[in-house]
């Protein structure tokens, strides 16, 4: 298994992991109609941390037995692979953002009348956890495509 074989599973697996877990809480809020911001932001600061330290700490691990592979450029396959996973990955991000913004258009009133308490807040951090959630989403996609192509050449 190449390095950047290896760097790709570390990110899926990492991040389904732990931001799994963020999202799962954030649409526990949502669908209790009671959501925490200072606690949602304390959450995802811990989940970026976490994701941090987990990803620099596998791959150091993972490049342990392979140090000639830590730092080196890819080759033209590896470059092949990781534009087309970007460009998938990219524009599949793209329309999402835009569906975002139409949803904001289209329910944002029904949104915030949901939450009562602070309908602007929680309308905020809907829409910023929606950008979040697509974000990471396309980037397990991408690296997705990216072990797929690996599993299919190898």
Do not use: H
């Amino acid at each position: 298994m190449s390095f950047r074989e290896k760097t790709a599973w570390i990110a899926v697996l990492t991040t389904l992991a732990v931001w799994g877990y963020y999202f799962f809480a954030v649409w526990s809020g949502i669908e209790a109609r009671a959501l925490d911001g200072a606690a949602l932001w304390t959450l995802f600061l811990i989940s970026m941390g976490i994701t941090v330290v987990l990803m620099v700490g596998l791959n150091l691990i993972a490049a342990r037995r392979r140090l000639s592979d830590f730092g080196r450029a890819p080759d033209e396959l590896e470059r092949q692979m990781e534009a087309g996973a970007a460009r998938v990955s990219k524009t599949l991000f793209e329309w999402i953002v835009m569906g975002i913004a139409l949803v904001c258009v289209i329910w944002g009133r029904d949104i915030a009348a949901a939450f009562p308490s602070d309908p602007v807040g929680s309308f905020a951090i809907i829409v910023a956890n929606g950008l979040l959630l697509a974000g990471v989403a396309t980037n397990v996609l991408g690296e997705a495509i990216i072990i797929v192509r690996f599993r299919v050449i190898g």
